[in-house]
C-alpha cells in the first residue's frame, strides 16, 4: 500500500497532467515560500491559478475536497499573497481544488474552478 505521501505525488501529478491536457500552462509544482506552500500554480486564460491537489485511494473517509477547510484556505491564500509578491504579479487570481479518487487500476479527477474566495 502507497503512503499518504506517494498517493499525493501520483495526484499533483495526474492533476498537472490533466490541466495541462485542457490548455493550462504549469508554471510551479509545490512552490514554497516562508513555510507555505502551493501545490500548483498555472495560468490559463490570463489568469493566475492556484490549485491544491487532494488524492484519496478511496472515498470511504469521505471525498477528499472536503479536507479543505477554512483553515486550509486561508493557508493556502497566504502562500498565494507570498508568491504575488515574490514575482511581482498583478493578475487576475483564482483558487481551484482538484479532488482525485484512485484506485489501484483507475482514478477519478474532480476539478473545481473557483472552489474559495479567501
Known sequence: MPSNRETGNAGEKLAAEYLIAKGYEIQHLNWRG???EID???NHNNT???VEVKTRSGSYFGWPEKAV???KQQHIARAANLFL???KIEKEIRFDIISIVRSKSQHEIYHIEDAFVP
Open 40 to 42: 500548483i500554480i498555472a
Open 69 to 71: 477547510n477554512r483553515a
Open 85 to 87: 509578491e515574490e514575482y
Open 34 to 36: 516562508e513555510g507555505c
Open 48 to 50: 493566475i491559478i492556484f
